[in-house]
């Protein structure tokens, strides 16, 4: 069993839609990250949220520490938000997840 | 700043050969970490350092891994011997808080 689980593990979606990602874990956190990774490979951390709520531009995430459960939320989506989305957790150690693979078409 | 910069960029070497790693990371920050990325295994955290000291390697896989941190500015990720399994592309990020820079990565193949 992985200790991060994201869903959906791919997603497609029309430009404008609002788009959900969802990220559950098993173990006991720190904190919890958004990274972004772009086709060319390269990483952008987007959030780290320890509880709440974050927002930045169109990019919102949102974390349940009793659920233990985490939100990644994007309004008004464009094609240029096509990425991999990967949520990771650290405690005791770092885990991640497989990853969220988002096309958005025009 | 030009960010978190690596090299190289690309390398492919054959099983057996010494494989090193090179990590710039952004001026100011105090953490550092290493990162190793695959088809298989996804991301994973190898190693990190707060303030050039290690924290945290029960990442490493093995012996034949080791990485240093000399000074502020410069750190290392060192494979020998190399392994085809260690074919991956390895990351390294570095941050001052909360955010973290990541390097564009190196994309090693061992042959």
């Known amino acids: 069993k992985n200790e991060v689980e994201q869903s959906p593990q791919n997603l497609t979606a029309q430009e404008g839609e609002f788009i959900t990602i969802n990220c559950s874990y098993s173990v006991g956190i720190s904190a919890l990250h958004w990274l972004q990774q772009h086709p060319g490979g390269g990483i952008v951390s987007l959030f780290m949220?320890?509880?709440g709520k974050k927002k930045h531009g169109r990019l919102i995430a949102t974390i349940n520490i009793q659920e233990k459960h985490s939100s990644l939320h994007i309004t008004a989506s464009h094609p240029r938000d096509s990425a991999v989305y990967i949520c990771a957790v650290t405690g005791n150690q770092f885990y991640f997840g497989t990853g969220t693979s988002l096309t958005v078409i025009p | 700043d030009a960010g978190v910069i690596q090299s190289p960029r690309h390398e492919v070497t054959e099983m057996g050969q010494e494989v090193t790693l090179r990590c710039k990371p952004i001026s100011g920050h105090n953490s550092l970490f290493w990162y190793r990325q695959t088809m298989m295994r996804g991301l994973e955290l190898l190693i990190y350092?707060?303030?050039?000291?290690?924290?945290?390697d029960s990442g490493m896989p093995e012996d034949r891994f080791s990485a240093k941190m000399p000074n502020a500015s410069f750190s290392t990720l060192k494979i020998q011997p190399s392994e085809p399994r260690d074919s991956a592309v390895y990351f390294c990020a570095s941050s001052l808080a909360e955010t973290q820079y990541f390097g564009p990565g190196t994309r090693l193949l061992v042959l």
């Open positions: 350092f707060n303030n050039n000291v290690p924290i945290d």
């Open positions: 949220l320890s509880s």
